[in-house]
């Protein structure tokens, strides 16, 4: 315990020494210990490099071997200094490991890491910009997204990925700048939100950042990170700004606003206190009855406001032998709604397979 060793570096206890003296000199720890004035087992801890040197030691040891204190102290110094150097090497080669796990190139195309192919270059870049003091906090399953411990299919490697793009939407949406929080305008905003699912992507998205800007929102929209698996977040900045995140994994016009007012409905709620995850398992996530409630509310929302209740059972009733691509058409012009948007609802309520020839009608963005 007095030497310490990790690959090339060696940390030698002032312990070390003294046990070097004793040997050399041919006497007990006990005869030490009488002329150190201290007992045996501080002798025997000391020389196994059990405890720190002290000041009062020092000073006795260079008494008693006929040296300077300013060596002691050097001897003690350089151990400390090398212990760190060991701790931090060894620290560092787990977190390149767990850098593995990471697909890395996800920062550097967002801009947010320098390219590298030096594991421990990416640690330090992803310590960095996640302020981490170690990368093994993304493992915790506490940290940001909460998930059960006692399900199987929830791994690590979903952990690290999971709390990574989470924290990846925190940070971008810090640095935007909004107005303050105002849920009347958000409210009186929706129409005019819903009303964008006909329109292309290049027209609503910018507008649609824009708007929800002017009421408090800062819209993070980011790539998949490969083993994430969630969909959006939704994190208060304090009482005046919200950051609303979507994941662009599936990228179906049906899969973006039904998640998009999924989030939107968790911003109503103003839980400013809570973070709010969706996963595409939600049987992973630590849900308690509060949570649960707020999930089903933020799904009626984003229901209910894409097709109305009403006029989506009278569709249903109309069409008793199924449903067309010509019936779907027509009554997602009557509601003013991408047809896919409906084609996605039916399938939901297992009114359609998810292998249906109206898939046709499903369409994909691109948002940049």
Same mark, same amino acid.
């Given at each position: 315990?007095?030497?310490?060793?990790?690959?090339?570096?060696?940390?030698?206890?002032?312990?070390?020494?003294?046990?070097?003296?004793?040997?050399?000199?041919?006497?007990?720890?006990?005869?030490?210990?009488?002329?150190?004035?201290?007992?045996?087992?501080?002798?025997?801890?000391?020389?196994?490099?059990?405890?720190?040197?002290?000041?009062?030691?020092?000073?006795?040891?260079?008494?008693?071997?006929?040296?300077?204190?300013?060596?002691?102290?050097?001897?003690?110094?350089?151990?400390?200094?090398?212990?760190?150097?060991?701790?931090?090497?060894?620290?560092?080669?787990?977190?390149?490991?767990?850098?593995?796990?990471?697909?890395?190139?996800?920062?550097?195309?967002?801009?947010?890491?320098?390219?590298?192919?030096?594991?421990? *270059?990416?640690?330090?870049? /992803? %310590?960095?910009?996640? !302020? #981490?003091?170690?990368? $093994?906090?993304?493992?915790?399953?506490?940290?940001?997204?909460?998930?059960?411990?006692?399900?199987?299919?929830?791994?690590?490697?979903?952990?690290?990925?999971?709390?990574?793009?989470?924290?990846?939407?925190?940070?971008?949406?810090?640095?935007?700048?909004?107005?303050?929080?105002?849920?009347?305008?958000?409210?009186?905003?929706?129409?005019?939100?819903?009303?964008?699912?006909?329109?292309?992507?290049?027209?609503?998205?910018?507008?649609?950042?824009?708007?929800?800007?002017?009421?408090?929102?800062?819209?993070?929209?980011?790539?998949?990170?490969?083993?994430?698996?969630?969909?959006?977040?939704?994190?208060?900045?304090?009482?005046?700004?919200?950051?609303?995140?979507?994941?662009?994994?599936?990228?179906?016009?049906?899969?973006?606003?039904?998640?998009?007012?999924? *989030?939107?409905?968790?911003? /109503? %709620?103003?839980?400013? !206190? #809570?973070?709010?995850? $969706?996963?595409?398992?939600?049987?992973?996530?630590?849900?308690?009855?509060?949570?649960?409630?707020?999930?089903?509310?933020?799904?009626?929302?984003?229901?209910?406001?894409?097709?109305?209740?009403?006029?989506?059972?009278?569709?249903?009733?109309?069409?008793?032998?199924?449903?067309?691509?010509?019936?779907?058409?027509?009554?997602?012009?009557?509601?003013?709604?991408?047809?896919?948007?409906?084609?996605?609802?039916?399938?939901?309520?297992?009114?359609?397979?998810?292998?249906?020839?109206?898939?046709?009608?499903?369409?994909?963005?691109?948002?940049?």
């Amino acid at each position: 315990m007095n030497k310490i060793e990790y690959e090339e570096l060696i940390a030698f206890h002032p312990g070390y020494y003294v046990k070097d003296y004793i040997e050399d000199q041919g006497i007990t720890q006990e005869e030490l210990a009488k002329r150190l004035q201290t007992t045996p087992k501080y002798v025997s801890d000391l020389v196994n490099g059990r405890i720190n040197l002290t000041d009062e030691m020092v000073l006795k040891l260079s008494i008693v071997f006929g040296t300077s204190t300013t060596m002691w102290l050097n001897l003690n110094q350089k151990y400390i200094e090398k212990k760190l150097e060991i701790e931090k090497r060894i620290q560092l080669d787990k977190e390149c490991e767990l850098v593995r796990q990471i697909e890395y190139k996800f920062w550097v195309e967002l801009g947010l890491a320098k390219a590298t192919r030096v594991a421990t *270059e990416k640690v330090m870049e /992803l %310590q960095r910009y996640f !302020k #981490v003091s170690s990368l $093994s906090v993304l493992s915790e399953r506490d940290f940001l997204v909460q998930y059960r411990t006692s399900v199987p299919e929830v791994t690590d490697v979903n952990v690290i990925n999971a709390n990574a793009w989470v924290q990846t939407a925190i940070n971008i949406g810090s640095g935007m700048d909004v107005e303050s929080y105002d849920k009347k305008k958000l409210s009186a905003a929706i129409p005019e939100i819903r009303s964008m699912t006909v329109q292309d992507p290049k027209k609503f998205y910018p507008r649609l950042k824009e708007l929800l800007a002017s009421c408090g929102v800062a819209l993070v929209l980011l790539p998949n990170l490969k083993n994430c698996g969630v969909n959006g977040a939704v994190k208060w900045l304090g009482k005046d700004k919200v950051v609303l995140a979507l994941n662009d994994r599936r990228k179906y016009a049906d899969t973006f606003w039904f998640a998009l007012f999924h *989030e939107l409905g968790h911003v /109503l %709620q103003q839980r400013v !206190k #809570v973070l709010l995850v $969706s996963e595409k398992n939600k049987a992973g996530l630590e849900t308690d009855a509060l949570i649960q409630k707020l999930e089903t509310e933020a799904d009626l929302f984003s229901q209910d406001t894409l097709i109305p209740k009403d006029e989506y059972l009278e569709f249903i009733e109309d069409n008793p032998r199924g449903f067309t691509s010509d019936s779907v058409r027509a009554f997602a012009k009557k509601i003013n709604i991408l047809p896919g948007i409906v084609v996605g609802r039916l399938q939901q309520d297992q009114y359609l397979t998810y292998q249906t020839n109206l898939n046709s009608l499903k369409i994909k963005y691109v948002i940049s």
